[in-house]
T-cell receptor, first 110, second 112 residues
Framework: DAKTTQPPSMDCAEGRAANLPCNHS???????VYWYRQIHSQGPQYIIH???NNETNEMASLIITEDRKSSTLILPHATLRDTAVYYC???????????FGKGTKLTVNP | DGGITQSPKYLFRKEGQNVTLSCEQN?????MYWYRQDPGQGLRLIYY???????QKGDIAEGYSVSREKKESFPLTVTSAQKNPTAFYLC???????????FGQGTRLTVV
């Protein structure tokens, strides 16, 4: 699995868009990019994933660069309940292995 | 009601004892995973299984053992060889390549 790099922490104002970056410069062609978040002391929650194209669902949007070496998770209107640790994972490539990094702690401020 | 269930939520054991953590899923998922999380840290992969009767070591398998005799179940045994077993343990499952994983709510193990 490709290694991912995320900033350790970010802040966002309530109601504004939160843009969380992820670098995965060694990603292979058949590895997906997944995003999860974890609110304190709970199991991680799936947010979104994609391979090449940008994706959008009811929670967020995922923007993947054309060279696939980085991506951005966008929470369009952040709320206080979006305060969590966000994990970006690159996985696939013939193995079912899912390896989490340290993630980004997002704090949404009122 | 489909999902992935971990039990118990809290578990206390004396040092030197083996303990088995339960993980059951009724989602018909092929792949299952065990992670360990220490305070303020990310998730570290202990073991994973892609199919029944097969499993692979993750990054921190020493002191742990697993079995996958049924598709629905992937129990984790924390043995006395694990030097620092006190942690939050998370189980996950998914169909396989290109699909998202679902997590249980975790078991918090305390060894005294």
């Amino acid at each position: 699995d490709a290694k991912t790099t995320q900033p350790p922490s970010m802040d966002c104002a309530e109601g504004r868009a939160a843009n969380l970056p992820c670098n995965h410069s060694t990603i292979s062609g058949n590895e997906y990019v997944y995003w999860y978040r974890q609110i304190h002391s709970q199991g991680p929650q799936y947010i979104i994933h994609g391979l090449k194209n940008n994706e959008t669902n009811e929670m967020a949007s995922l923007i993947i660069t054309e060279d696939r070496k980085s991506s951005t998770l966008i929470l369009p209107h952040a709320t206080l309940r979006d305060t969590a640790v966000y994990y970006c994972i690159a996985a696939g490539g013939g193995s079912e292995k899912l390896v989490f990094g340290k993630g980004t702690k997002l704090t949404v401020n009122p | 009601d489909g999902g992935i269930t971990q039990s118990p939520k809290y578990l206390f054991r004396k040092e030197g004892q083996n303990v088995t953590l339960s993980c059951e899923q009724n989602l018909n998922h092929d792949a299952m995973y065990w992670y360990r999380q220490d305070p303020g840290q990310g998730l570290r992969l202990i073991y994973y299984s892609q199919i029944v009767n097969d499993f692979q070591k993750g990054d921190i398998a020493e002191g742990y053992s697993v079995s996958r005799e049924k598709k629905e179940s992937f129990p984790l045994t924390v043995t006395s060889a694990q030097k620092n077993p006190t942690a939050f343990y998370l189980c996950a499952s998914r169909y396989g390549y290109g699909t998202e994983a679902f997590f249980g709510q975790g078991t918090r193990l305390t060894v005294v």
